[in-house]
C-alpha cells in the first residue's frame, strides 16, 4: 500500500503562488509516476501535471504555462510549483502515484482557492 499526503493548499490572490507538496510513503518502488489532478467544483478531474522516477514531466493545457512539477525520489516528495494564479484555477488539488503495473494511488487532497 502506498499513502499519499498534501499540503500547500489554502487562499491566495490572483496572479499568487502557491508550492503545493505530496509526500508518499508505504510500499514504493523505484519506478513510478507521481503527479497532480485537480477538481473544481461541477467540472470534470483533469489533469495537472505529472513527473516519472526519470524527471519526464507532462503537463495539462490550461496550467503548463505557469506550473513547475518537480520531485525529490530520496524523499518520495512531490512538489507544484503554481504561478500567477486565476480564480479558474480554484479547485482541489490531488496527488497521485502511478505503479509500473498500473496501480493509481490517491491523496485525500488539498483545496487551493485562488480569490480576492
Known amino acids: 500500500q502506498v499513502q499519499l499526503v498534501e499540503s500547500g493548499g489554502g487562499l491566495v490572490q490572483p496572479g499568487g503562488s502557491l508550492t503545493l507538496s505530496c509526500a508518499a510513503s508505504g510500499s514504493i518502488f523505484k519506478d513510478n509516476v507521481m503527479g497532480w489532478y485537480r477538481r473544481a467544483a461541477g467540472k470534470e478531474r483533469e489533469l495537472v501535471a505529472t513527473i516519472s522516477n526519470d524527471g519526464s514531466t507532462n503537463y495539462g493545457d490550461s496550467v503548463k504555462e505557469r506550473i513547475a512539477i518537480s520531485r525529490d525520489n530520496a524523499k518520495n516528495l512531490v512538489l507544484l510549483q503554481m504561478n500567477s494564479l486565476k480564480p479558474e484555477d480554484t479547485a482541489v488539488y490531488y496527488c497521485?502515484?502511478?505503479?509500473?503495473?498500473?496501480?493509481?494511488?490517491w491523496g485525500k487532497g488539498t483545496q487551493v482557492t485562488v480569490s480576492s
Open positions: 497521485t502515484l502511478t505503479t509500473l503495473g498500473g496501480r493509481v494511488y
